[in-house]
């Protein structure tokens, strides 16, 4: 199946179930336990992400490569990127050194797994100072990973802020 497809396919299936999720922690007062802004968490495909954030953030090229798809299509600031090799010999150094340079918490994580597919939704809080610039901002990732036949890999991703 073509990337494209499978995403559409994966994002069809999966986002009926995540949405009311979502929908209730939005309409949520302050008093909200954090249980209810993660789920999921403690699953493979969350592993993974988590894995992904803390290459990028301390820099491991390798590994960061590693937990992508050769086939990964990476949507970030109006671009895109439609190899884990065009993004590791492009974008990647440049989010390395920008996530090294600031602080990231997460403010929401839902994973949700469908088989062999899997969608991680998140929120976080950036702040910090980046070329001279304040930094300060809530952003939101989507990241839709497949089981294959040597474990997760992440297929998509979608950062926006």
């Not at 008093?31 to 802004?37: C, E, G, H, K, P």
């Amino acid at each position: 199946m073509d990337i494209k497809k499978y995403i559409a396919t994966t994002l069809m299936v999966m986002l009926p179930v995540l949405t009311p999720a979502l929908m209730a922690s939005e309409q949520a007062d302050d008093s909200t336990s954090s249980a209810n802004m993660f789920s999921g968490t403690d699953s493979i495909p969350a592993k993974i992400v988590t894995q992904f954030h803390q290459a990028l953030k301390s820099g491991d090229k390798e590994l960061a490569r590693s937990l992508l798809a050769d086939n990964v299509l990476i949507f970030e600031g109006g671009g895109v990127e439609r190899s884990a090799e065009e993004y590791a010999h492009h974008h990647m150094l440049a989010d390395m050194k920008y996530l090294a340079a600031v602080n990231s918490t997460m403010l929401e994580h839902h994973v949700q797994i469908t088989g062999n597919s899997a969608i991680s939704i998140s929120r976080s809080k950036t702040s910090g100072t980046y070329k001279g610039k304040d930094v300060d901002y809530e952003g939101m990732e989507t990241m839709v990973l497949a089981k294959h036949a040597n474990g997760w890999k992440i297929v998509h991703i979608h950062w926006s802020n």
